[in-house]
């Protein structure tokens, strides 16, 4: 008769250990290592198990907790329980062990050199910043696209999740439809993501992808060949420079300004242009209304297929939203691409694309040949999260966050105003894209504020090859809460004052001012000045010592304060505005042109002086 094999729990415990720290239940983990022993082969098929009870004292869990973990096991076919003998490693486990083939061999040399010799395209054309993997443990992470774990809807895509798994929504989705896309999932971004753009689509010319990127991969794919003139922005996506590289495509550098893309004759020589309208990728600027009718009339004139990437549509909290392309006049050329939330796009993966029923067709026979189509579990809990109203409740929280943190943010940079730097004008989002002086280096600046524990980015993946400028980063506040962003700005300010010792930084060539000459010479006037951010700023010194302030191109934004003078310098201090903080600066004067100075005679800010009416 021939001996049953037998494992005891002393021996089993160390393939099951477990992590009372885990999210994973006791329960999971235990099957898990059960699972994973058993593919391995550790655990051959006819084994006996030591009994539930021994093994719960030896793992020290209830009974109960392995009890439920054999059964789940049984119930799953990779146990079975025998009546009075026990419990055992199920037979058929071995037959799917041995009906597996080992696929790659022992590695060789030679064989992957030629391999690699042969690859048709690379991975990149160009290395892209990467951001530090523990990036979490830094104070100040001004990183965009890197979201702090406070943001994500966690109970709400859990109760989307749950009704998704329900036995009469599984029966629907889990049924083999071929590529079509969950109906539920299209209609709730038909008739409420969509009319939000002024987009109006049929079912048939939209499609779900894998995020926003595959969307983007299946355009480049359809439209792009070799001989084609693919025009992209500058600064622009370096993951589209990558795509349409990978095409054999020429890459047509566009530049772009505060208002966006520039719409010149450069366009006329392009097949295909990428442009990120709503939030410009990386600048955030948005591209003006006169521009998009310039752009569609020059696509109908010269036969160019417009690709809107509609980043960030949904986060323009400063000022009303301009329609998207794809709903104006001529948009009948202009394939939309967007994305759910990308807070949510990191877990969730979910894009859509709108174009004509033919493109859409195309691309889905496209997707069926690489990914296949979003997992329809996915889809389906994207429906419920939609139809529930957590997205949009989702939004309005976003809207709220993000509004707060990047008008901390530009506060910040306008209060502490690190070496005169200028930021491009935004109408919401969560990104500033900021220029310091000529000698700015950016690689230096980087190394020391990371040390200071302040992450930004670097601008180089963004421009073509050698085309970058050396005093530009960007800064973004997904990553950062608000009541870090001040101190995080104050740091990187010391960073940039660090790293200019070496370099040139303007100082006056004029004669500082004494005390008595600052009352004198400033009492009654007007300074005019621009915020960081491209705002008009005029400060009113009455001789009182009072100061009325006023910014925004309306005198929208105003605040009221005091000014003195103390030694040889001036010193002010607002009710609202600069955090209220008592700042004091040295003064020098060129004719009707004011300098601010700190310490070592540098210059920090100016002004134009207006003289009071007599």
């Not at 960007?474 to 700005?489: A, C, F, K, M, Q």
Request: proline letters at 5%; a neutral charge; hydrophobic letters at 40%.
């Amino acid at each position: 008769m021939t001996r049953v094999q037998t494992i005891e729990a002393p021996a089993l415990a160390p393939l099951l250990q477990l992590d009372r720290t885990s999210n994973l239940s006791l329960q999971d983990q235990i099957r898990r290592g059960f699972f994973k022993a058993i593919g391995s082969g550790v655990l051959p098929a006819g084994i006996r198990l030591p009994s539930s009870r021994k093994l719960a004292e030896r793992l020290g869990v209830s009974r109960n907790t392995a009890l439920i973990a054999y059964q789940t096991l049984i119930a799953d076919g990779h146990l079975v329980s025998r009546e009075r003998s026990g419990v055992f490693v199920a037979t058929d486990m071995q037959r799917y062990r041995d009906s597996s083939m080992q696929v790659i061999g022992p590695r060789s040399g030679p064989v992957l050199s030629t391999a690699s010799a042969r690859l048709r395209e690379s991975a990149s054309a160009r290395a892209s910043y990467r951001f530090p993997s523990d990036w979490q443990a830094y104070r100040y992470p001004f990183l965009e696209g890197r979201y702090d774990r406070s943001l994500f809807p966690i109970s709400e895509w859990r109760e989307a999740s749950r009704l998704a798994l329900a036995a009469q929504e599984v029966e629907t989705w889990s049924v083999d439809t071929g590529e079509a896309d969950d109906d539920a999932l299209i209609d709730e971004i038909r008739t409420k993501l969509l009319p939000r753009r002024g987009i109006i689509a049929r079912p048939d010319e939209l499609l779900i992808t894998v995020g926003e990127q595959q969307a983007l991969h299946l355009v480049t794919r359809l439209f792009a060949s070799e001989g084609t003139v693919a025009g992209v922005e500058e600064p622009g996506l370096p993951e589209m420079h990558a795509l349409f590289e990978g095409r054999k495509a020429r890459v047509a550098y566009l530049p772009v300004d505060d208002e966006g893309l520039i719409v010149d004759d450069r366009l006329k020589e392009c097949d295909i242009v990428h442009v990120t309208p709503s939030r410009q990728r990386p600048t955030a600027v948005t591209l003006s209304r006169a521009r998009r009718a310039a752009l569609l009339e020059m696509a109908a004139q010269n036969d160019l297929i417009i690709v809107e990437d509609d980043f960030e549509c949904e986060l323009n909290y400063l000022v009303d939203p301009l329609p998207s392309l794809r709903a104006m006049e001529g948009g009948g050329r202009v394939i939309y691409v967007a994305s759910l939330s990308k807070v949510l796009e990191p877990g969730v993966g979910l894009g859509f694309m709108v174009a004509p029923p033919e493109v859409i067709t195309a691309a889905r026979r496209l997707r069926s040949l690489t990914t296949g189509r979003p997992s329809p579990n996915n889809q389906r809990a994207a429906a419920f999260f939609l139809s529930l109203g957590h997205y949009d409740a989702m939004l309005r929280r976003f809207n709220k966050v993000f509004e707060e943190r990047l008008i901390t943010l530009r506060d910040a940079l306008n209060h502490y105003r690190p070496l005169s730097i200028v930021v491009a004008p935004v109408r919401g989002g969560t990104t500033y894209w900021v220029r310091g002086e000529a000698g700015l280096q950016t690689d230096k600046l980087m190394a020391d504020a990371q040390a200071r524990g302040v992450l930004i980015e670097p601008v180089d993946q963004y421009f073509a090859p050698g085309n970058a400028p050396t005093n530009m980063f960007r800064l973004g506040v997904t990553s950062v809460p608000s009541d870090r962003i001040r101190d995080g700005i104050a740091a990187l300010s010391d960073a940039m004052h660090a790293v200019s010792k070496d370099a040139s930084h303007p100082t006056t060539q004029q004669a500082i001012l004494s005390g008595d000459e600052i009352s004198k010479m400033l009492s009654g006037v007007t300074l005019h000045y621009k915020t960081v951010y491209g705002e008009p700023c005029t400060i009113k010194l009455e001789p009182s010592g009072q100061m009325v302030g006023r910014a925004g191109s309306a005198g929208e934004d105003k605040d009221t304060g005091r000014w003195w003078v103390e030694g040889d310098k001036w010193y002010r201090q607002w009710q609202r505005w600069a955090f209220t903080e008592i700042l004091g600066f040295g003064i020098s004067v060129d004719g009707q042109h004011l300098s601010w100075l700190d310490d070592a005679g540098r210059v920090m800010d100016s002004a134009v002086i207006s003289a009071p009416s007599a």
